[in-house]
């Protein structure tokens, strides 16, 4: 019942008033979102709503252009920062669609993301590897290529998990993994998350963007947000929403949403 | 008139010769006489300063895990011995005085009369290595050896031969490199290699030259029945002009060869190379691979060419290229010439820039952009080199490492 919790800490990510564009085009227009220390958020909304501009312009990537308002990250203004600084901060990210990199394995990764320079796989990438069902021969093929889409999603867990972010974005978590590997990412999301904790222990938070929501049968977040045209059009408890969008779609869901879910 | 004048009218006549690919190089702008040096009892009396130019073309002057050294100063064979049986190592001039059927493998597949360079290096050779494994002689471990110039402005012509008699193993790291302290000078290198039925050599040859140096090998590899003919190239250092187009025969039933180079061209260098395999023995199979990164003002031509002139064979190529800058210039030239009908050539070639997407995937795990790109270029290069023992594969991981640390 979130209306008894009141927040905890302080703010772990808070957006304020935020556009972007990419490639001269607006696609996020004046976007607020606030996500507590232990929360986690999810993120509905139909393909091409700018859903996973959010998550880019969160991470920074410079294609994505912030023309107006502020990305706030533990309470340090960070729209202006490189991408590698916001990760030094403590934001993670798991990309739907990573790209391939020839010569560079996932192991290699997993080490960059221990922050461990060299050649050899480190001792713990194994052991990480291993929970994943990710054998030490997989870790010694280059990044991405080939790879299936449960492995894809298995491989960016295993560099999270390495990673250890408190604040963890990840993208279409659910899209491509078959009904075995889902609930082990799940598991694993909650892990990295740090949900097996009560609630008022929690230190991680996240935000999952999820066009189907399949990963909420293994997760559980505190808040969802749907998504329309740039903005998010409204806001409510996950198992509400969520069920408002199976059996009413998106656009139905906001309406129904403004008037009920909302209310607060 | 003997073979010995015919071959030696023929190269008089080829002496002004343009080679068919590369900028043309005055030879008489190079010294043709050095200065004799004096031999050394071990490799590691060599000058402090020569070892690190030695170090970065792969060359120990420890002998570590060697089986074998040869080392060539300017004209005079400075140092050679093997170290274990089974094996032969000596300058090539010593070894045709030694053994009569040798002139037999003179000249086999390259003519002497190609051009003006194979010519000068048969009217002035200045000696070359000559390495031999006896019939079943397996030696894991390399033999090293290093063509080194240590005088300004001379020209060193060196002739190799190598041999792997039936069902041996051989396995050569190969340094040319160029002492620091010379800005300009003209390497030669006309090498010839004999891989027998069931024999294997693996060649692995560094290239370390300076930004004032010419350099025109020709090679050729002859490979019988089920022989495999394995050749690594890395260059790694600035360089003024290297053309190269080394060619294997497979003429043996089910002969196999691989070549793969990593070359990083950097300042004006003019840089010409690849590898052509010539299909002659049914079931023979050729890949060739390259890597090239362009970056100031150099321009790289990337050849590989596979000619199919048999039945069941297959060939493969494949060269990529990664621009780092707007005013260098690769130009990627595979090519596949087939006269048969059952048989399968292929090639891909790929030039591009390092991708945005690869560059911000490092950075969302905490790279800063330098770093990333130098990942990617990292990972460009590393190319997979099978065939090796393992210590061998390791070591000449290391020579890359080594290469990469000096221009990254």
């Known amino acids: ?264 | 008139m003997t073979e010995k004048e015919e071959i030696i009218e023929r190269a008089v006549r080829a002496r002004e010769k343009k080679a068919a690919l590369g900028e043309d190089v005055a030879i008489d702008q190079y010294i043709a006489e050095a200065q004799e040096h004096q031999a050394l009892s071990s490799l590691d009396e060599i000058a402090t300063d020569y070892k690190q130019d030695m170090l970065h073309a792969g060359v120990d002057p420890s002998e570590k895990d060697r089986s074998g050294s040869f080392l060539q100063q300017d004209h005079s064979v400075v140092f050679s011995r093997v170290k274990y049986p089974g094996m032969e190592l000596m300058s090539t001039t010593d070894a045709l005085k030694k053994y009569d059927w040798l002139k037999d493998y003179m000249w086999q597949k390259i003519p002497v009369d190609t051009d003006k360079y194979t010519a000068e290096v048969e009217l002035g050779q200045t000696h070359g290595y000559f390495i031999r494994a006896e019939p079943g002689s397996k030696v894991t471990m390399p033999i090293q050896s290093c063509l080194f110039i240590s005088t300004d402005k001379i020209r060193q012509n060196v002739h190799n031969i190598i041999i792997a008699e039936e069902n041996s193993e051989l396995h050569i790291i190969t340094g040319c490199s160029v002492s620091h302290t010379v800005n300009s000078a003209l390497h030669l290198g006309v090498s010839e290699f004999y891989v027998k039925k069931g024999a294997k050599i693996t060649f692995t040859m560094v290239h370390n030259w300076g930004g004032g140096i010419e350099v025109r090998p020709r090679t050729a590899v002859v490979v019988e029945d089920d022989g495999v003919f394995i050749s690594n190239y890395i260059l790694m250092t600035p360089v003024k002009s290297l053309q190269m187009f080394p060619t294997t025969y497979c003429v043996g039933r089910n002969a196999r060869t691989t070549s793969q180079s990593i070359v990083y061209a950097t300042g004006n260098a003019k840089i010409d190379m690849g590898a052509k395999v010539v299909l002659q023995g049914e079931g023979s199979k050729a890949e060739i691979v390259s890597r090239v990164i362009a970056t100031d003002n150099a321009k790289v031509i990337a050849r590989g060419d596979v000619y199919g002139e048999t039945e069941h064979v297959k060939g493969h190529i494949e060269c990529r290229a990664l621009m780092l800058s707007d005013t260098a210039e690769v130009e990627s030239i595979p090519s596949l010439r087939a006269t048969r009908r059952d048989l399968e050539l292929s090639h891909e070639a790929a030039v591009g820039k390092i991708a945005e997407d690869e560059i911000r995937y490092l950075m969302s795990r905490g790279l800063s952009e330098d770093e990333a790109a130098s990942v990617i270029i990292r990972g460009f290069l590393n190319v997979d080199i099978t065939g090796l023992p393992e210590a061998l594969a390791r070591e000449t991981k290391k020579m890359f490492e080594m290469s990469l640390e000096k221009v990254m």
């Open chain 1, 1 to 264: 019942m979130e209306a008894t919790t009141t927040p905890v800490g302080c703010k772990m990510l808070e957006i304020k008033e935020l556009a972007v564009e990419v490639e001269g085009k607006e696609i996020i227009k004046d976007l607020n979102l606030c996500i507590e220390r232990g929360e986690v958020h999810v993120l509905f909304g139909p393909n091409g709503c700018g859903k996973t501009t959010l998550l880019m312009a969160i991470l920074g990537v410079p294609t994505y252009t912030i023309t107006k308002g502020r990305i706030l990250f533990k309470d340090i203004d960070i729209t202006n920062l490189p991408t590698n600084e916001r990760v030094e901060l403590g934001l993670g990210v798991s990309f739907q669609h990573p790209p391939e990199i020839r010569g560079v394995t996932l192991g290699d990764m997993v080490n960059i993301a221990l922050d461990r320079k060299g050649e050899k796989i480190d001792e713990r990438v194994i052991e990480l590897g291993k929970r994943l069902n990710i054998s030490a021969e997989f870790l010694h093929r280059d990044v991405n290529r080939g790879f299936s889409g449960g492995e894809v999603k298995r491989s960016e867990i295993l560099q999270l998990l390495a990673q250890a972010p408190e604040f963890i974005m990840f993208d279409e978590p659910d899209s491509g993994v078959d009904v075995e590997n889902i609930e082990l990412i799940g598991d694993l999301m909650n892990e990295l998350l740090g949900r097996e904790k009560i609630p008022s222990q929690r230190e991680r938070a996240g935000l999952v963007i999820t066009h189907s929501g399949f990963i909420l049968n293994y997760l559980k977040p505190d808040r969802a947000h749907v998504m329309l045209d740039g903005q998010i059009a409204c806001s409510g408890m996950p198992d509400e929403v969520s069920k408002e969008i199976m059996e009413e779609g998106f656009e139905r869901c906001v309406e129904l949403c403004g008037k009920q879910v909302c209310a607060e």
